[in-house]
């Protein structure tokens, strides 16, 4: 398996198989949400102006994606983020995503260490991910990388089996890029 940067140029040739992998991530399992297609078709689209991903592609099938964009990007920052930091100076990890059948694998771990490697630290001071406080997961391997719990938020969210809206809590983890 190899790791690739994407941008604006080359997300195109991405587009279907980061969609895919979006939709069997994030509406199955233990995060499972109902996703409009098109609306997520269309927040990809729109992450890609400004952002970049990592993918972990093997036999030009992507296994895995780490998906980072200018803080100013998420419409949902705390206040207490707002209020302690200068937000252009953040970068964030919008998506974090392996396919089931290739998680424990490490691959995080690696799209991670690839970010620090590549991320553009004459920009970007300070990083931020969100993540559901349920996945212990994603939230141990955030820790073990240095990111630490900074701010709270709860995304309202809808069950696909039952159409019920629940309360997603979430975590914004952060890591200080110059250490």
Known sequence: MELITI??????NYQDQ???LYLNCFSSGMSAQAIDPKAIEQYLDSLFVGGYGIIVLEK???????L???????????DKIR?????DDCVYIAEMMVT?????QGLGKQLLL?????????????????????????ISLYRSRGYQDYAYI???????DTNETFVMHKVYLYKNLSE
């Open 7 to 12: 941008d604006k140029r080359n997300y195109q």
């Open 18 to 20: 980061l969609l895919q």
């Open 60 to 66: 030009d099938k992507v296994y895995g994606a780490l």
């Open 68 to 78: 980072a964009t200018p803080l100013s990007f998420d419409e949902l920052i705390p």
């Open 83 to 87: 209020q302690n930091f200068l937000v």
């Open 100 to 104: 089931e059948n290739a998680r424990g």
């Open 114 to 138: 690839e970010f620090i490697r590549t991320v553009d630290k004459n920009r970007f001071k300070h990083a931020f991910i969100r993540v559901w406080v349920e996945n212990i997961h994603a």
């Open 154 to 160: 709860d995304q309202m969210k809808t069950n696909p």
